[in-house]
């Protein structure tokens, strides 16, 4: 006899209980990743523009701020401090918007492998 029972949930009758587990397993991740993703609306998108807009000039600013102070704090007719730290402020800011959209991108990336 217990052999029959064994034999029942060997059998191939017992396939759409794992098809129901896995659709519920489907959902529920879908639930989850809906849930991650409530905090992502039109002005979360935007704060992460002006996030990654600020990556880039505030360096910038900074750069051109602090080689504009050389220039005149140096001897005239030199070197021009202003617009080199400008561009290594803006090269710098270019990096720090780069990592700050890999970042996100591989977020995204890891949220839609989990509801595979």
Request: net charge positive.
């Amino acid at each position: 006899m217990e052999d029959e029972s064994r034999k029942d949930y060997a059998s191939p009758d017992a396939q759409p209980e794992t098809v129901l587990a896995r659709k519920v397993g489907v959902r529920a991740s879908q639930k989850l990743r809906a849930k991650r993703l409530a905090r992502r609306n039109v002005w979360w998108g935007m704060g992460m523009m002006g996030m990654v807009g600020w990556s880039v000039a505030a360096p910038t600013l900074a750069g051109a701020l602090l080689g504009r102070w050389l220039d005149h704090s140096s001897q005239p007719g030199g070197r021009s401090w202003t617009l080199a730290l400008l561009a290594a402020g803006l090269a710098i800011g270019c990096m720090n918007a780069w990592r700050w959209v890999t970042k996100e991108n591989k977020t995204n990336k890891d949220i839609g492998e989990d509801e595979k």
